[in-house]
């Protein structure tokens, strides 16, 4: 029986700048599962997830060059898998129009009580439904930490609509958690 060798992160990644075949299929192995999750937040079915994963896989082994060392690996790793995914998105889907409104109001964030109580795979279900622009820009802001700056440089929007996709993003979030809320504890709502 053969063992695989054992690698650290960074001899992976300095065998992968080489080229090596098999460096890149132990990080792929390594770091699919985790970048899988990235890509399932942005994908409409677990299938469209997967040529997400294989397009930023891709794209990570042509740029490998480019990572200098600077933060996590992983870190860059992720911002690679979130912009494949959009790209992926964007060629495959038509996006949806966006409507700027000047100025987005500070809708209030989910319940903090009721989201920790809540099941994580509910609550990335309820992310899931959410129409294609919204879920992009609360995944980009909530999940990922991006500025909305950023997400519109990403999604090719204004700053306005990124904040006015988030918010209503929240709202229909609130009111799903809501209406589970008043299931589970058996309230007519």
Not at 127 to 140: A, C, D, T, W
């Amino acid at each position: 029986m053969f063992l695989e060798p054992k690698y650290t992160l960074e001899q992976l990644v300095d065998r992968c700048r080489e080229g090596e075949r098999k460096a890149q299929e132990l990080l792929y192995k390594q770091l699919a599962g985790k970048m899988l999750g990235v890509c399932m937040r942005y994908a409409t079915d677990r299938m469209e997830a997967e040529d997400m994963l294989q397009n930023g896989f891709i794209k990570l082994f042509s740029k490998i060059a480019d990572y200098r060392g600077d933060g996590s690996f992983e870190g860059w790793v992720r911002r690679i898998m979130v912009h494949s995914s959009i790209e992926y998105y964007r060629k495959h889907h038509k996006m949806m129009q966006v409507v700027d409104m000047d100025e987005a109001g500070a809708e209030p964030s989910v319940n903090p009580i009721a989201a920790a109580n809540m099941d994580a795979k509910v609550l990335m279900g309820l992310i899931q439904q959410l129409s294609p622009g919204y879920r992009m820009v609360f995944n980009l802001y909530a999940l990922e930490g991006y500025a909305h700056k950023e997400i519109a440089e990403i999604m090719g929007i204004s700053e306005g609509a990124s904040k006015s996709q988030l918010s209503r993003a929240r709202t229909i979030l609130k009111e799903q958690i809501a209406k589970m809320e008043g299931k589970s504890y058996g309230y007519a709502g």
